[in-house]
């Protein structure tokens, strides 16, 4: 029988799911780059069925990550802190998708920038709902009865034991539900707006999405290397100060 803490469990290893997958997206987002500038119809469906098949992956180790400990998950500790200011609800807006598409299809037909404007709006009216839904999360935290159950952890008899144990479980739950549903709302935002876009149009959607994603995590890390060498630098500064 396995030692608990030798247990592996998805959360534990999730960071390294992410870099893992990440490079995956960088092989992706060549071939990408390459299939808008050339390639056959058969060879791009495949390429964007591969695609699609690489984000389902990921949204199935989050929510296996969420199940173990949705807290964790909503903290992100494996993203830069600034890829986490960017964060809505464990993810990017799904709405981001009709500005991706905006800057690179550049061949929408009228009817299909109607009908992706048509789609917007109902999303965003879905990531309000969902958005006020994470705030009545947050209000339940701040709530005076978990706020003082939770100032006397370490003096808690038993029944508010029981109490503080229950709260924290709904509280899980209800944080699982949100995170579904904005995920849900994430996958069902491309496939809409995949099924407007021809085959060759979603390849340059694709690559846009995927090129954003890279990008933002290389200013994330810049900024996290930028901010060591400027800490480094101010202790030699203060190092020959003191001497």
């Known amino acids: 029988m396995a030692h608990p803490s030798m247990t592996h469990t998805v959360i534990d290893s999730f960071g390294n799911f992410y870099e893992s997958w990440l490079a995956n997206q960088q092989s992706f987002l060549h071939h990408l780059l390459q299939s808008s500038d050339a390639g056959t119809e058969d060879k ?19 929510s296996k990550a969420a199940g173990e400990d949705v807290f964790r998950v909503f903290s992100a500790p494996w993203l830069t802190p600034y890829e986490r200011t960017l964060l809505w609800i464990c993810g990017f807006r799904p709405s981001i998708a009709f500005r991706l598409a905006e800057g690179a299809v550049r ?3 009228p009817e299909q920038g109607a009908a992706l404007e048509e789609l917007k709006a109902d999303v ?3 990531e309000r709902d969902l ?9 339940t935290v701040a709530a005076p009865p978990i706020v003082g159950l939770a100032r006397r952890a370490g003096r808690l008899v038993d029944g508010e034991i029981c109490e503080m144990e229950s709260a924290m479980e709904e509280l899980k739950v209800a944080m699982v539900g949100v995170l579904d549903g904005a995920d849900g709302l994430r996958g069902s935002t491309m496939r809409k707006v995949m099924e407007i876009l021809n085959s060759d149009q979603t390849v340059k959607l694709l690559a846009a999405a995927t090129e954003f ?3 933002i995590r290389r200013w994330g890390l810049n900024r996290d290397l930028q901010r060591t060498i400027n800490g480094v630098q101010v202790q030699f500064h203060q190092m020959g100060f003191q001497n």
């Open 213 to 215: 994603q890279l990008r």
């Open 131 to 139: 958005t006020e839904a994470m705030a009545s999360l947050q209000e």
């Open 44 to 62: 791009k469906l495949r390429l964007i069925n591969q695609v699609l098949a690489h984000y389902r992956r990921y949204h199935d180790e989050i």
């Open 124 to 126: 965003r009216r879905r």
């Open 107 to 109: 061949d929408l037909t």
